[in-house]
């Protein structure tokens, strides 16, 4: 496609064939294909396979130790009493590994009010609330008003029941 810049083309590919694409013109006349410029290696392509074999090996280990720690394990007991558990932990294991986990849940690393949103583009038809960028107001409630006759409850005892 050298020599090609400027020019309006369509570009068909395949899912399964991420190395190369079909340029035709704007048509449809196909002008051929187009292959990666930069491409890597096949070093590049077989340390990249390795690093991620690794990294499979590395998460299936890590997968492993943590059903490992999460299992409960109980003292053996020949009587009829209360399970006790096993497993004695410290509060400073207990405070690492908590502090671990935290750091990890990628949900409270969060920070939703970091960047606010930006409002919405003029030509969209928005809620009046939404483009003037406050919330919406609360439903307005009406006052109970003394002067409206409000029906007796009913009595459901049957009649001349005085209790």
Do not use: N
Request: glycine letters at 4%; hydrophobic letters at 40%; one cysteine or more.
């Amino acid at each position: 496609m050298t020599g090609q810049a400027g020019r309006q083309v369509r570009v068909r590919y395949m899912p399964h064939h991420d190395h190369e694409i079909e340029v035709c013109d704007a048509r449809g006349r196909h002008l051929g294909p187009a292959h990666l410029a930069d491409a890597a290696t096949p070093e590049q392509l077989q340390a990249l396979r390795e690093a991620r074999a690794e990294r499979a090996r590395r998460l299936r280990a890590d997968a492993k130790a943590a059903e490992r720690l999460r299992r409960q394990r109980f003292a053996p007991t020949t009587s009829a009493e209360p399970a006790q558990r096993l497993g004695a932990v410290t509060a400073a294991q207990a405070d690492r590994e908590l502090a671990a986990a935290d750091y990890t849940d990628v949900v409270r690393l969060a920070l939703p009010d970091l960047i606010p949103p930006a409002p919405p583009p003029a030509h969209w038809r928005t809620p009046p609330a939404l483009a003037a960028g406050t919330a919406p107001p609360p439903p307005a409630s009406t006052p109970a008003d003394p002067s409206v006759d409000v029906a007796p409850e009913s009595d459901s005892r049957p009649a001349g029941d005085a209790s």
